[in-house]
């Protein structure tokens, strides 16, 4: 069966400081995995997006992830927060490239920044 | 890319009544996905809907609550029905292309 998991509800992390969020996923097949931020009372924001090509992902902001395939992990990682990082993060997982492909939510990590 | 728009943005609707929210894609898209987002949570599916044939509901979600229309490849709407406090979320309407998905702005919707 296909899952996601956000290892951590809430980060909080001081201003200046590396931020790392985790993702496990489990999948029968190659996956795409992909990183959203979502910041209060806004829409979804893709961060950035795994699909088979190099491991370490760059997004937008300065945010960045490897996609490690014998830890089944996808990590999200900035090695300097800013205040502007605190919203919502969530890991997601999609199997299959068409149209018809489901994708699945991990439960999200609530990201703080302290000044 | 896809661009996808939504109507109403927001509602504020009484307990008892109905909402039908529009979902419309500037693509072409064999399915469209509806997706609830309660207060404080991640978003769960609540069906799929593939153009020509009946939406495909998830554990937990009844058309009779939840009738999707999928009229063309390009809009589907999702009708809240009965509406009771604990139907207040968003609902975002995503679908997938080119193996990225692409959602919604979403409809925050408060049940009084």
């Known amino acids: 069966a296909q899952s996601v998991t956000q290892l951590d509800s809430h980060v909080s992390v001081s201003e200046g400081t590396p931020v790392l969020l985790r993702c496990n996923y489990s999948s029968s097949y190659s996956p795409s995995l992909f990183w959203y931020v979502q910041h209060p009372n806004k829409g979804l924001q893709l961060l950035l997006k795994y699909t088979s090509a190099a491991t370490l992902v760059k997004g937008i902001n300065g945010f960045e992830a490897e996609f490690k395939k014998s830890e089944t992990s996808f990590h999200l990682t900035k090695p300097s927060a800013h205040m502007s990082d605190a919203a919502e993060y969530f890991c997601v997982v999609s199997f299959g490239y068409s149209s018809a492909s489901k994708i699945i939510f991990g439960s999200g990590t609530r990201l703080s920044i302290r000044p | 890319s896809a661009v996808i728009s939504q109507k109403p943005s927001r509602d504020i609707c009484q307990r008892g009544t109905s909402l039908t929210i529009q979902c419309q894609v500037d693509?072409?898209?064999?399915?469209m996905f509806w997706y609830r987002q309660q207060p404080g949570q991640s978003l769960t599916l609540i069906a799929t809907a593939n153009q020509g044939s009946e939406a495909t509901y998830e554990s937990g979600f009844v058309i009779d609550k939840f009738p999707i229309s999928r009229p063309n490849l390009t809009f589907s709407t999702l009708t809240v029905s009965n509406m009771s406090p604990e139907d207040s979320s968003i609902y975002l309407c995503s679908v997938t292309l080119g193996g990225e998905q692409f959602f919604g702005p979403g409809t925050r919707l408060t049940v009084l």
């Open positions: 693509s072409q898209v064999t399915m």
